[in-house]
């Protein structure tokens, strides 16, 4: 979460003096909440419903085939060449400017690939061991096609590389090692690594593809960056970057700046976010290893539907929030937020959970919805922050669980769970003392229902699965602490929770004592300003 979303407030007057509200998109501990939201229960209207799964994949976006009107690029400093006579090379500067499938070998120490055809061509670079840095530009620049592929050659490693800060002019914007204002489609067996010293890894100011092929992306700024939409169904990727890893926002249209992902083996380490989007992110499948970044996943709209998912982040694992956000003014400007500065949450974001399995490191929220949430399958795991100033789940319009498991551990001072909307056994429970020491819950006949090795400390943990049913008893351990539970409602709390599975409705004078402790280090303000350059290097 952004730290412009960050409340604190100091009210004094005369007779009072209260305590400092500080929340990450929540209402202060114990606070009341705004607008009663929750009293009724909810359906989501998923972006997915609407997404072209059909045609967001082309078959040649796919079969990186090429075989028809194939022309040879031959790079060399001084010296490059092209059998196409409409291929102009200038100053070690190859521009292509009609349609074909090129085959470009060689090397350029300081030079570029140019595309700039006609708006009905679409092009086919194939990078067959290929090398260039530019010093001042993108390695690949497209100005204008139809649509262009980049295709990675069968057992081929390329390295596309800008060295320097970008020269920016009044037409050219170029800020990536490849740089595209048309679509843009990567695919392919090879190998491409991708390094920019200055700006971002590859920017595309329209549809982003990519199918196949490895990818080793180190940039300074965002490693993957597109306007309209990121849409993966192959390949390894591993980036490293200042800002975000994937990066895809449009202010202009709100049913684009979307990111869906399948079949993919993504490691991001991020000193921003892993994976970002204006709009939606749908994730269908695919091996997620997230070891660093502030927040993991943030949309306004999050769907996980499979995958292997690892997150560990420094401030929330999983975030749906708007971006319509004035840093000025977030009272006014921002309609999460009512006169009193508190949360009444967004009935445009949600997070929606159907399967999967989930591993969230966070020391920020773990999971948290300036909406809604919803579990209806997977396997999720959430290990929070060791203090109460941020909770495992977070919400501020209403959560529910239908189905799947999950054990989220944290502190009890932000703590939420599902509610009683839920249709499968839920618990929230405290314990008397923090732990670090392994998690179990049993049934009254001793057979074991979850296990955990937990490896943060905690005093709170969100339990649910199908094995947990009304009506039966249930014992809770967490190290030496033992609490024993007979659910008599779907939805169970020691807390003390109001029917939206929040904090209770009282005064900010009864925020808990632990709420903020004095000595915790964690400091939940946006990475700082990186120097240029500077990037994981």
Do not use: W
Request: some cysteine; proline content about 2%.
């Amino acid at each position: 979460m952004n730290s412009f979303l960050k409340c604190v407030s100091i009210i004094c007057c005369a007779a009072l003096l209260s305590l400092c509200v500080y929340g990450c998109r929540k209402t202060a501990p114990d606070s009341p909440r705004a607008a009663n939201n929750n009293d009724k229960d909810f359906e989501l209207s998923l972006a997915s419903s609407s997404f072209d799964y059909e045609n967001a994949f082309t078959d040649r976006d796919v079969s990186a085939k090429y075989d028809e009107n194939i022309y040879n690029i031959n790079l060399e400093d001084d010296n490059s060449s092209c059998d196409n006579s409409k291929t102009v090379i200038s100053n070690n500067v190859v521009t292509i400017t009609n349609t074909g499938t090129y085959i470009i070998k060689g090397k350029l120490s300081d030079g570029q690939i140019i595309v700039d055809a006609d708006a009905t061509d679409k092009i086919q670079l194939v990078l067959d061991n290929v090398s260039i840095s530019n010093s001042s530009s993108s390695a690949i620049k497209i100005i204008q096609a139809k649509k262009v592929f980049v295709t990675l050659a069968e057992k081929s490693s390329n390295v596309l590389a800008s060295s320097g800060e970008f020269v920016k002019t009044e037409s050219d914007k170029a800020d990536g090692a490849i740089y595209s204002k048309e679509k843009l489609t990567l695919n392919g067996s090879g190998k491409l690594t991708v390094d920019s010293a200055y700006g971002h890894g590859i920017v595309c100011n329209d549809d982003l593809i990519i199918t196949d092929g490895e990818y080793i992306i180190e940039a300074e700024k965002h490693a993957v960056k597109a306007e309209d939409s990121i849409c993966i169904s192959g390949g390894a990727l591993d980036l490293k970057c200042v800002k975000d890893a994937l990066h895809c926002d449009n202010d202009e249209d709100t049913a684009k700046g979307n990111i869906y992902i399948k079949n993919v083996q993504l490691n991001i380490n991020a000193e921003d976010d892993a994976i970002h989007s204006s709009g939606f992110i749908i994730i269908d499948d695919g091996n997620i290893n997230i070891p660093a970044c502030y927040e993991g996943i943030e949309a306004q709209k999050i769907e996980i539907n499979g995958g292997e998912i690892s997150i560990k982040s420094s401030d929330d694992g999983i975030n749906a929030s708007s971006s319509a956000v004035d840093e000025n003014n977030q009272t006014e400007q921002n309609p999460q937020f009512n006169k009193g500065g508190f949360i009444e949450g967004d009935e445009s974001c949600y997070i929606n959970i159907t399967g999967g399995n989930i591993v969230i490191d966070a020391n920020g929220d773990g999971i948290d919805s300036n909406g809604y949430l919803l579990q209806s399958g997977g396997d999720i795991i959430v290990y929070g922050p060791e203090n109460s100033g941020n909770s495992a789940l977070d919400y501020d319009l209403q959560a529910k669980i239908t189905g799947g498991t999950i054990t989220a551990f944290g502190y009890s001072g932000m703590a939420q769970g599902y509610n009683s909307y839920s249709t499968q056994g839920t618990m929230l429970v405290s314990f008397d003392s923090e732990t670090s020491e392994s998690f179990a819950l049993t049934d009254s006949n001793n057979i074991t229902i979850m296990e955990r090795d937990v490896k943060k400390k905690y005093n709170s943990v969100v339990i649910s699965s199908p094995d947990i049913t009304v009506g039966n008893t249930y014992i809770v351990k967490a190290g030496n602490q033992t609490k024993t539970i007979e659910l008599t409602d779907i939805s169970y709390s020691d807390r003390g929770m109001n029917d939206d599975g929040g904090r209770k409705n009282e005064p900010p004078g009864n925020m808990p004592s632990d709420a903020f402790d004095k000595n915790d280090k964690q400091d939940f303000r946006e990475p700082p300003e990186k120097e240029s350059g500077a990037a994981l290097r």
